[in-house]
């Protein structure tokens, strides 16, 4: 069994889910097991990006978990960095 993470955050709230899967284990299945949906009704978390340990997978079903990974699901954001510099550059 591999011990492994799922996170998800949005600016109110997150979730951070360690949970054991067996060997072979895709992310998308890990994903399913650790019912994070549950917390997060809004998003279908599925279908946004995913990495592991900040590094993006463009293919999910196919990559095989390893011990301690962290799956991470990245939420779509509101404003691009490049938006928000400008907003502040504007209001200095």
């Known amino acids: ?12 709230e997150q979730r951070v889910i ?6 072979d284990t895709s992310i998308k299945e890990a994903i399913i097991k650790s ?3 549950n ?8 279908s ?3 990495g592991v340990f ?3 997978v463009f293919e999910p079903e196919q990559y095989k ?8 699901i990245y939420r779509p954001l509101n404003k691009t ?3 928000k510099r400008l907003e502040r550059a504007k209001n200095s």
């Open 1 to 12: 069994m591999l011990e492994i993470e799922v996170a998800f955050a949005t600016i109110e």
């Open 18 to 23: 360690t949970l054991e899967v067996p060997q």
């Open 35 to 37: 019912k994070i949906n």
């Open 39 to 46: 917390y997060f009704p809004k998003y279908d978390l599925l």
């Open 48 to 50: 946004l990006p995913i």
């Open 54 to 56: 900040g590094k993006r």
């Open 65 to 72: 978990l390893q011990n301690g990974d962290r799956v991470e």
């Open 81 to 83: 960095p490049n938006q």
